[in-house]
C-alpha cells in the first residue's frame, strides 16, 4: 500500500471583509490543508505584531497574504511576516493594481499577484509549498 503524501497546511491571510473561498476551494481540493485568518477582531492587535507569534503562522508551509497595502497596519503586518515566517516558507501577496508600484520595497523578497489568483497560479504556488516541504 502506498504511504499517502503529506501535504502542509497553507494559511490564506485576508481582511475581516475578504473572501478566502474561491483560492481556499481550489487548495482544499488538492488535498492541502487551509487556515484562513481574518485577524483577531475589532480592538486586538494582531499577535504577530506584539511579538506573540500566531500559531496559524508558525504552522504554515506557505502563506497568502491578501490585504490592501494602502492602510500602514496592513504593511505593518506584511513587514512582521517577512521578518518571522522563515525564508523556506513560500508567501505570495495578492494586492491590487499599482500597490506593487507603489510599495517595492515591501514587496521584496515574495511573489506578488496584482489580480486574483487563477487556478493554474494557485496549483503554481501548491507545488512550490510542497517543493519546500520536500527540502525540508
Known amino acids: 500500500m502506498a504511504e499517502e503524501e503529506f501535504k502542509g497546511p497553507i494559511l490564506i491571510d485576508v481582511s475581516a ?3 478566502a473561498g474561491y483560492a481556499r476551494q481550489f487548495l482544499e481540493k488538492i488535498d492541502h490543508p487551509v487556515m484562513v485568518c481574518h485577524g483577531p477582531g475589532d480592538g486586538v492587535v494582531c499577535p504577530i505584531l506584539t511579538g506573540q507569534g500566531c500559531d496559524m503562522v508558525d504552522s504554515a508551509h506557505g502563506i497568502v497574504f491578501e490585504f490592501d497595502l494602502d492602510k500602514p497596519l496592513h504593511r505593518e503586518i506584511l513587514a512582521a511576516y517577512q521578518e518571522n ?3 523556506d516558507v513560500p508567501i505570495r501577496v495578492v494586492v491590487k493594481p499599482g500597490q506593487e508600484k ?5 514587496l521584496r523578497g ?3 499577484w496584482a489580480h486574483e489568483p487563477s487556478i493554474g497560479e494557485l496549483d503554481g504556488f501548491a507545488a512550490e509549498v510542497e517543493a519546500a516541504d520536500e527540502t525540508r
Open 17 to 19: 471583509t475578504g473572501d
Open 85 to 87: 515566517v522563515p525564508e
Open 102 to 106: 507603489r510599495y517595492p520595497e515591501l
Open 110 to 112: 515574495v511573489s506578488v
